[in-house]
Structure formats: structure tokens, C-alpha cells
């Protein structure tokens, strides 16, 4: 189901699927992003602290969420003929192997330019306890010949 | 650049790469082109759920505005190993990423050939920790920027 532009309204909602996270997820992404920080990898090496933070065992990539909420913002704009123009995040609880995370989208503004339309959106994702491990904003074009 | 030939070992030359006390912003990242597969695409699309037709279907890629296959906007996660050498201050153990922003201008696609122009931005002491801020900016074969962002990087101590 496409939007259109004008049919967009503040509180607007996007939700993005679920992903569950374990040590083959990270071990993956690993693979594919080619990050083989030990941060992702060594248990061992993740027993001991970073300055006042001590995470216990290995942690998701931040990056795997903004993986998730790229596929949530893309799979939301392409059929309507946007364009995920931007999106800025900042990770703020770490993600650990058995966490279930989902990333959802709230409208917060849109804008008509000289030239295109945009929307800015509210972006973060939850864990299973509801928790927020990741925080952002995101804009989407929707360009001048898109449906209105 | 083959996965074979990545270096997973990030300890290794481990001593060679830049410390906080090293970097110094403004300066240029040693960097390598590297050439984006649609193998190393759809790996990348598959660790994060990416489905998407235009990442995987060409029949019906051409169908579409992008008039074929195309990676998805996030790929820069995969090109900022991708383009840098063992020794770059990014893979050193321990190195935290607090966040990033990153704006698109035009999708990769396989088969291009990526470059990058990165550096230090900014490094700052906040809380007792060692941040430091990188610039990157991805261009393909044509010299067309794909996308460009920055990221906060809280370093080792």
C-alpha cells in the first residue's frame, strides 16, 4: 500500500518487521559489513570494560539497526516513488543476542521546497521490553512528478 | 577485493593504526576502490532482512525507475570496511560506534567501482571519553557521489 504525499499528516506511523537477534545475526552481519570488531565477536575480550561501561558479552552492531530502519523507510517509499533521501542515528542501550528489535517511524513535519517534498520523520527502535536502543531521524523525498 | 583477502583479525596491525592521540582532524584516510558485487550486495541485504525486489529481482529491477538491480541505500556500512586498509583507526578493537548520519544522492549498483574520501573531522574529550568524528564520501566509477555521511566514533583507552 503506497502514500502520497499529501494524504501525509503529522503522527503518521511506519512500523518495520521484527528481527531477531542472536549470535549467528551478529555473526552475519560481521560477514556482510565486514565489521569484525571484537566488540561483535569475543566473548572473552567483552568481559572486560570500556571507561564506566561493562557489557557483559558480545553486542549488536549499531549499525544493524540503521540496516533496519533503512528497510523500513525504503520498503515504505518505493511504491509511492519516494526517495529515502537521509537518515541520522544515535544508539543510546546496546542490543544483545536473544533481543527482539522492530523500528518504527513517526511523521514529524513535511515540507514543500522550491524544487521537491519532504517529509522528516521520527525514527527509533524498541527492544522486547519495550526499551529504546535506538534513536534518529530520517527524510524522505517525494519528488514533484511522484503522485500527489 | 576478495572476502578471502579481508583481514577479519582486527588485532592484527593493531599497532600501526592511529590512537585518538594520533589523529588529527582534517586529515585525509588512506583508502582503496573497491568493486561492488551483486554477491557481496544481496550478503549484505540478507543480514538485516533487506527483501526488496530491487535488490534481488532483475526482471523486475528494469521495470522499475532505477532501470535495473541497485543496493540499498545502508550498503555504506559494508563499503566503509570495504574501501579502507587494515591499518585505518576505524577497525581498532574496541572502537564504539555512538551514532551516524548519512544523506543519498544516487544508488550503488553492482558491478560499480566505489571509492572514498574520508577523514578525522573533529576529536573531543566528553565524560572522560575520546570521541572522534569521521567524513566519508562514496563515489563511483563515473565520479558521482552515491552518499556522504559522518559518524561518532568513541574511541579506545
Given at each position: 500500500m503506497s502514500v502520497t504525499?499529501?494524504?501525509?499528516?503529522?503522527?503518521?506511523?511506519?512500523?518495520?518487521p521484527?528481527f531477531?537477534v542472536?549470535?549467528?545475526?551478529i555473526r552475519?552481519?560481521?560477514?556482510?559489513s565486514l565489521?569484525?570488531?571484537?566488540?561483535h565477536?569475543?566473548?572473552?575480550y567483552?568481559?572486560?570494560?570500556?571507561?564506566k561501561?561493562?557489557?557483559?558479552g558480545?553486542?549488536?552492531?549499531?549499525?544493524n539497526n540503521?540496516?533496519?530502519?533503512?528497510?523500513?523507510?525504503t520498503d515504505?517509499?518505493?511504491?509511492?516513488g519516494?526517495?529515502?533521501?537521509r537518515?541520522e542515528?544515535r544508539w543510546?542501550?546496546?542490543?544483545?543476542p536473544?533481543?527482539?528489535?522492530?523500528p518504527?517511524?513517526?511523521?514529524?513535519?513535511?515540507?514543500a521546497?522550491e524544487?521537491?517534498?519532504?517529509?522528516?520523520?521520527?525514527?527509533?527502535?524498541r527492544n522486547q521490553?519495550?526499551e529504546v536502543?535506538?534513536?534518529g531521524?530520517?527524510?524522505?523525498?517525494?519528488p514533484l512528478?511522484a503522485?500527489? | 577485493?576478495?572476502?578471502?583477502?579481508?583481514?577479519t583479525?582486527f588485532?592484527?596491525?593493531?599497532?600501526?593504526?592511529?590512537?585518538?592521540?594520533?589523529i588529527?582532524?582534517?586529515?585525509?584516510r588512506k583508502?582503496?576502490p573497491?568493486t561492488?558485487t551483486l554477491e557481496?550486495i544481496?550478503?549484505?541485504?540478507?543480514?538485516v532482512?533487506e527483501?526488496?525486489?530491487?535488490?534481488?529481482?532483475?526482471?523486475y529491477?528494469?521495470t522499475?525507475p532505477?532501470?535495473?538491480?541497485?543496493?540499498?541505500?545502508?550498503i555504506h556500512?559494508?563499503?566503509?570496511?570495504?574501501?579502507?586498509?587494515?591499518d585505518?583507526?576505524?577497525r581498532?578493537?574496541?572502537?564504539?560506534?555512538?551514532?551516524?548520519?548519512w544523506?543519498?544522492n544516487?544508488p550503488?549498483r553492482?558491478?560499480?567501482?566505489i571509492?572514498?574520501?574520508?577523514?578525522?573531522?573533529d576529536?573531543f574529550?566528553?565524560?572522560e571519553?575520546?570521541f572522534v568524528i569521521?567524513?566519508?564520501v562514496f563515489f563511483?566509477q563515473?565520479?558521482?557521489?552515491?552518499?556522504?555521511?559522518?559518524?561518532?566514533?568513541i574511541?579506545p583507552m
Amino acid at each position: 500500500m503506497s502514500v502520497t504525499f499529501d494524504s501525509l499528516a503529522p503522527g503518521y506511523r511506519i512500523d518495520g518487521p521484527a528481527f531477531d537477534v542472536s549470535r549467528e545475526s551478529i555473526r552475519a552481519f560481521c560477514e556482510a559489513s565486514l565489521d569484525f570488531n571484537p566488540l561483535h565477536l569475543d566473548d572473552n575480550y567483552m568481559q572486560g570494560s570500556f571507561g564506566k561501561t561493562n557489557f557483559g558479552g558480545i553486542i549488536m552492531h549499531g549499525m544493524n539497526n540503521f540496516g533496519l530502519i533503512t528497510r523500513m523507510l525504503t520498503d515504505w517509499a518505493y511504491p509511492a516513488g519516494a526517495v529515502h533521501r537521509r537518515l541520522e542515528t544515535r544508539w543510546v542501550k546496546p542490543v544483545k543476542p536473544g533481543d527482539t528489535i522492530r523500528p518504527h517511524g513517526t511523521l514529524k513535519s513535511k515540507l514543500a521546497t522550491e524544487k521537491s517534498r519532504w517529509a522528516v520523520i521520527d525514527v527509533e527502535v524498541r527492544n522486547q521490553r519495550d526499551e529504546v536502543v535506538a534513536t534518529g531521524e530520517a527524510m524522505v523525498e517525494f519528488p514533484l512528478g511522484a503522485a500527489k | 577485493m576478495s572476502a578471502q583477502a579481508f583481514e577479519t583479525d582486527f588485532w592484527k596491525d593493531a599497532k600501526q593504526r592511529k590512537i585518538w592521540d594520533d589523529i588529527v582532524p582534517g586529515e585525509a584516510r588512506k583508502t582503496i576502490p573497491y568493486t561492488l558485487t551483486l554477491e557481496a550486495i544481496q550478503k549484505y541485504c540478507r543480514s538485516v532482512g533487506e527483501n526488496h525486489p530491487l535488490y534481488f529481482d532483475e526482471d523486475y529491477a528494469r521495470t522499475t525507475p532505477y532501470g535495473g538491480l541497485i543496493a540499498p541505500p545502508s550498503i555504506h556500512i559494508l563499503l566503509m570496511f570495504a574501501c579502507t586498509p587494515t591499518d585505518d583507526w576505524m577497525r581498532s578493537p574496541g572502537t564504539v560506534n555512538a551514532g551516524q548520519s548519512w544523506s543519498y544522492n544516487i544508488p550503488a549498483r553492482p558491478g560499480d567501482t566505489i571509492s572514498l574520501q574520508a577523514r578525522a573531522l573533529d576529536k573531543f574529550i566528553k565524560k572522560e571519553r575520546l570521541f572522534v568524528i569521521h567524513d566519508n564520501v562514496f563515489f563511483n566509477q563515473r565520479g558521482e557521489v552515491i552518499c556522504s555521511g559522518r559518524g561518532w566514533t568513541i574511541r579506545p583507552m
